[in-house]
């Protein structure tokens, strides 16, 4: 086991670098010279006031910190470097390092994102597990044409749609992390308790959509599952049709959900970064949009990296989840 | 007696008999077909030219059709005119009808001019009311736009675009799937890791991130290219491995040694013995794309950063649903989001319909 881990967290090395390399890319793509429009913009804030001397050093400062003189892959060589060091460089726009920003928002981006995995699954898998047992009954029927609609519906329609139902209809508030009595206050049950009257609406909203996949997964394999022989030789000992389900058919079924927390990630990952910016919550998904939208690229580039690198850890999580559920993937 | 039924018939046949049998898949092939139908011919559908404002009409709601008049007597449909009034207090805009003067509909009327599928000229559009009336049978947006003509506009690049997308996305996938699974071993290898990677990509960030690279200053058509190409960018991944699958299990059969031996080049044997094994796979897998570039254009473009002015898609004109007291006040204006749901919906029905018709042996 210990093997497989190292294996495949050194396997992961140059999937990061050439992740990291595409990033770099993307952010480095519009053609304005970020640099240069920020310095324009602090010398008309200041009236004028910047005397040419210090604009020099300043742009003498940053042409020093990212290595702007310097080659291609000498500058994404100091990005990436810098980047593992935890020092992101500085956002332009908010005039505060990077590392600092993340360290505030990321958290709760994560935090969404695997309540949305836990609803997912709380909800997928007993529907799933429900439409197996009761094929082509009506209950079957109802569970796959809603998971149908729910894989149809826009992420930001449905978020409208629930911010004017919850705002107007439960008179609640919507939108943001915490009420405001809360927003200081150190972590308790009731904080926690306003956190999700907050993010409920974001929760079901990203886990819709993956809710129908899991449904279908589950569904779909427990129904191969039961049609197997040794489920037969099972039933023909005499066990109990439940043993029979839940210990010996379920447990086999549900491996590809485990495998498939890699699938589901990105679209939760994709669905938490636009409802959070369709609602505003502080999380990193409207820092990201606006930072892409100012060519804040310092700080665009790290987000990207975070996400990306949320995204190879959960799949190396989901590998060895699956490697210790399923007794018969080999470690070597 | 199923051995003799199946014979006789080609794989297409079989493939079409089961699909028809999934009736939730062939409604959805149905709606999906009349959509497109009505994109085609929209601007002869459409009452008003999409880009026309009026300061008179902002966000009227949608305008009633009346089919009798005022002592209860049925008659030819008609509209009235509205009046804008604003609330002293509350600044609020709200119309009234201006029972004055009725205006009918009449069929075949000549408005603004149009081409279809950019050839065909014409100015006859099926409906309209009489001159001196503006009809917005759907109501109007911020500007005053009728909602209705922009809707069937919008729907041309709500719908255009995946087609476009998946299309490139076939391409791409079969060129570089057929190539991973023939030719095998080292190339096979690299390909293989490098789309593992690009599938891990979270979809939507990159797609903002490319979406925002493009500068908006850029021609509206010029950035509808930018854009397809950008959400086919992480799709044909998923379908390049499909095929790559297929090709594999084909490669060692006889047929293509049989291709080989009889002295068949390259292109023969991969165009005319290998992509079509692969063709039914890849339709489903492309039709199952499909809802993902509708959602993936509606988002960017309500986000601003996808299609914009004076093109129009569903998802833009949701924009101006961004504004929750607009929304709640002027709920005619969700109607797109709710194109956009029975559209992937039924494009879902039609994936899942052909995913199942895909194999008819089994």
């Known amino acids: 086991m210990v093997t497989f881990v190292i294996r495949r967290l050194l396997g992961m090395i140059p999937t990061f670098l050439i992740v990291s390399f595409i990033v770099f890319f993307i952010i480095q793509l519009p053609p304005s010279n970020w640099i240069e429009r920020h310095i324009e913009n602090l010398a008309l804030e200041k009236g004028g006031m910047f005397s040419s001397e210090s604009h020099r050093s300043l742009v003498h400062e940053l042409t020093e910190r990212y290595h702007l003189d310097r080659p291609y892959m000498v500058q994404y060589g100091t990005w990436i470097l810098n980047f593992l060091r935890g020092d992101m460089g500085e956002s332009f726009e908010y005039r505060k390092e990077v590392s600092g920003l993340l360290a505030k928002r990321v958290p709760y981006s994560i935090m969404i994102s695997l309540l949305s995995l836990i609803f997912v699954y709380a909800v997928g898998i007993p529907i799933g597990v429900y439409s197996a047992l009761n094929q082509n009954t009506l209950g079957d029927y109802i569970a796959t044409i809603a998971g149908f609609i729910g894989l149809s519906i826009p992420n930001f329609f449905l978020a409208l749609i629930l911010m004017v139902f919850g705002l107007y209809v439960l008179d609640i508030p919507v939108g943001g992390l915490f009420s405001p009595e809360y927003e200081d206050a150190p972590w308790s049950f009731s904080k926690f308790a306003d956190f999700l009257q907050h993010v409920w609406i974001a929760v079901l909203v990203i886990g819709t959509s993956g809710t129908a996949g899991v449904i279908r997964v589950v569904r779909g394999n427990l129904l191969d599952v039961l049609g197997e022989p040794y489920i037969t030789a099972l039933r023909a000992k005499g066990l109990p049709e439940k043993t029979v389900t839940f210990k010996h058919a379920f447990r086999i079924a549900i491996n590809p959900v485990v495998t498939g927390i890699g699938m589901w990630l990105p679209s939760l990952i994709a669905g938490e970064t636009i409802v959070s910016i369709v609602m505003n919550i502080p999380t990193a998904g409207p820092l990201l949009f606006g930072a892409l939208k100012s060519e804040d690229i310092y700080l665009s580039g790290s987000i990207l990296m975070v996400l990306c690198i949320f995204l190879l850890i959960g799949n190396l999580l989901a590998d060895i989840a699956l490697a210790w559920v399923d007794p018969r993937i080999r470690y070597d | ?362």
Request: aromatic letters at 12%.
């Open chain 2, 1 to 362: 007696m199923t051995e003799q039924k199946t014979q006789g018939r080609t794989i297409g046949q079989l493939i079409w008999r089961r699909f028809l049998k999934n009736k939730l898949g062939v409604i959805g092939g149905v709606v999906i077909a009349l959509f497109f139908l009505v994109t085609v011919v929209a601007p002869f559908l459409a009452t008003m030219d999409i880009v026309e404002q009026s300061a008179q009409h902002i966000l009227a709601p949608p305008q009633k059709i009346h089919f009798q008049d005022e002592d209860g007597k049925w008659t030819r449909p008609f509209v009235y005119n509205l009046t804008k009034h604003r609330d002293r207090d509350t600044l609020r805009l709200s119309y009234t009808e201006d029972r004055s003067q009725k205006f009918y509909v009449r069929m075949f009327v000549k408005e603004f001019e149009y081409r279809i599928l950019w050839v065909l000229p014409g100015r006859i559009h099926l409906f309209g009311v009489d001159e001196g009336c503006r009809w917005n049978l759907l109501g109007t947006d911020p500007f005053g736009r009728d909602l209705y003509s922009r809707i069937l506009m919008g729907s041309q690049v709500s719908l255009s675009v995946p087609l476009v997308g998946v299309s490139l996305s076939i391409f791409f996938g079969t060129v570089i799937g057929v190539i991973s699974g023939y030719f095998g071993g080292r190339v096979d290898y690299y390909i293989q890791r490098c789309l593992e990677i690009m599938m891990s990509f979270p979809s939507l960030p990159l797609w903002l991130a490319l979406a925002a690279a493009v500068p908006i200053t850029l021609p509206s058509a010029y950035r509808y290219l930018l854009i397809v190409m950008i959400l086919s960018l992480i799709d044909w991944a998923g379908l390049a491995r499909v095929v790559r699958g297929k090709v594999l299990q084909y490669r060692d059969e006889d047929f293509v040694l049989a291709a080989q031996m009889s002295g068949c080049g390259l292109g023969r044997i991969i165009l005319k013995h290998l992509v079509p094994g692969t063709l039914s796979h890849l339709i489903v897998c492309a039709t199952l794309a499909i809802p993902g570039m509708i959602l993936g254009e509606s988002a960017l473009s309500f986000l601003g950063i996808g299609i914009t002015p004076p093109l129009t898609s569903w998802g833009l004109l949701l924009k101006d649903a961004h504004k929750l007291e607009v929304l709640v006040h002027h709920q005619w204006i969700t109607i797109p989001g709710f194109l956009i749901i029975v559209v992937v919906l039924c494009f879902n029905f039609l994936g899942d319909g052909l995913r199942n018709a895909a194999d008819p042996y089994s």
